[in-house]
Each structure stands twice: as C-alpha cells, then as structure tokens.
C-alpha cells in the first residue's frame, strides 16, 4: 500500500492546473484586434459622415447633369458598402459615362471628403463633318481626334465635310471615323493656307485602306474655298509636301493664277506641280 500511494502522489504532482481561457493574455489581446478591426470596418463601411451625400457636375453643356447624376446614383446604390467614400468605384462609373454617352471625351471624378463626388466632363467639340460620300447620308460630327460623337443635322455648306472611299461598314458613335494622323494632315494644310494665303479648306477627300491597300496610294485630296484642289501623300513626309505648296502659293501662283488653278499635286517625292 505504501508502495501504491507513492506511486499517486508522483503522478498527482505531475499534474498542472489548466488555465482558464478568459485568464489568458493572448485572448485579451486577440479580443481587442478583432474590436478595433470590426469599429474601423463599421467606419469604412458605414460610419454616416463618410457616406457619399452629394454629386456636383460641371463641364456638361449638351448632357444634361441629371443623366449624369443618374448614372452615378446608380452605380452608388449597387450594393449598401458602395454608398461609402472609402469603397465607391471612380473608375468603373467613369467609364459607364463615358460608354453611355459617346459625346463626353474624358471624365474627371474626384471625391471630396467627406460626402462629396465631383464629375468634371469634357463634351468633344465638332472639327468637321464625316460623310461616307457627298450624297449619302447620314453625316456625323467628329471631333479633333477623328471620333464619331453625334449624327449631323445643318448645313454641310457651312462646316469642313471629310469623306473616305470605303466600304459599306455601319457607322456609330464613338467610332474612329478617320485616324488621328490624317486628322493632323488636315489641320497641318488648314493652318499654312489660312496662316500664309487667307484660304480656307471646305471638303477632303481620304482614300481608304479598304480600296487602296498600298500606303503610297492613300491619298488625302482637298478642295479649297476657291475651288482648286490639293493632293497630299499621307505615307510620305507631311512637313516636305506642306513646304512645297507653301513655296509655289509664294513664289509662282499669284492671287490672278489662282483663279483659274484647278489643282497643285504634292505627292510626288521630287517634284510638285499645278495646273
């Protein structure tokens, strides 16, 4: 028995009391990371005064800023998180503006702390009227950038009228009607006979990669307010052609043989010459 009760007692004296959970520091610290996790949550999420109460617009002038307001309302009312400051997305409702209307050229959401979202829009500006040819309709205004934006209801007499030999391919808003490199042919010519002769550019003619597949036959072919015409290589050195026509408007075709000019071709690489 003495034996026996030895042997308890050492085994008793391996045992170690059990701490209780509520009794450990690390539950107390754990505690307090998930309290101050869940209050800085509550105030991203949905702390009233980081809720976004005002939508100011500005820059618009055909667009109306209720559509724009619309549209951003509804982008802050897809979800309850969305309503806040620290969680509405600019960039996905930038681009809903931009895809639903096909007139603004950039948006600039910023948001202005506490509750506020500013929408500052930049409408495209007509730089011409593109028509498929001058006796099918509809035209449609684009602007610098050759962007489609809006059908074209005045009068083509009074605006710059591009057309392009192309295929029947449907036209839409928000489409690159004419790409950005011809566009700066159009207003590199515009410049120097508006700055150098006081003549201005009433239609131009591009030819189309679709009917003239080389580069060196895409032509660009203007017709001035007097009636003569230019004929420019877009796949050769803009700057040199320009330089030419500048020359013989200066040097040899005088205001008296304008008059009766019906065309200066610039495009060939060594010489220029009118008739």
């Given at each position: 028995m003495k034996h026996r009760h030895k042997h308890i007692q050492h085994k008793l004296r391996g045992l170690k009391?059990?701490?209780?959970?509520?009794?450990?520091?690390?539950?107390?610290?754990?505690?307090?990371?998930?309290?101050?996790m869940t209050g800085v949550v509550y105030v991203v999420l949905f702390f009233p005064k980081f809720q976004i109460a005002n939508i100011q617009v500005s820059g618009n002038e055909k667009i109306t800023t209720e559509?724009?307001?619309?549209?951003?309302?509804?982008?802050?009312n897809q979800s309850l998180f969305s309503k806040s400051m620290f969680v509405f997305d600019t960039k996905n409702?930038?681009?809903?503006?931009?895809?639903?209307?096909?007139?603004?050229?950039?948006?600039?959401?910023?948001?202005k702390w506490p509750q506020d979202v500013m929408v500052i829009i930049k409408e495209r500006?007509?730089?011409a009227v593109f028509c498929r040819n001058e006796e099918t309709q509809p035209c449609f205004s684009i602007d610098e950038h050759g962007v489609i934006f809006e059908p074209f209801e005045g009068n083509l007499q009074d605006t710059l009228v591009i057309t392009q030999e192309s295929n029947n391919k449907e036209l839409f808003a928000g489409q690159h009607a004419i790409t950005k490199n011809i566009i700066d042919t159009i207003l590199k010519v515009r410049k120097n006979l508006q700055d150098n002769v006081q003549i201005d550019i009433k239609k131009v003619l591009v030819s189309s990669p679709e009917i003239n597949p080389l580069p060196q036959e895409t032509m660009i072919i203007f017709t001035t307010s007097e009636h003569?015409?230019?004929?420019?290589?877009?796949?050769?050195?803009?700057?040199?052609?320009?330089?030419?026509?500048?020359?013989?408007?200066?040097?040899?075709?005088?205001?008296?043989?304008?008059?009766?000019?019906?065309?200066?071709?610039?495009?060939?690489?060594?010489?220029?010459?009118?008739?």
């Open positions: 009391p059990k701490k209780h959970i509520f009794k450990m520091p690390v539950f107390w610290i754990a505690l307090l990371l998930l309290m101050i559509e724009i307001k619309n549209i951003v309302q509804t982008n802050i409702t930038t681009e809903r503006i931009k895809n639903r209307f096909p007139g603004v050229e950039s948006v600039d959401m910023q948001k500006k007509p730089f003569w015409q230019i004929y420019i290589n877009q796949a050769l050195d803009i700057n040199t052609q320009i330089t030419k026509m500048n020359l013989l408007l200066k040097d040899e075709i005088t205001p008296a043989i304008r008059k009766n000019l019906k065309y200066i071709y610039l495009q060939y690489q060594d010489r220029a010459y009118y008739k």
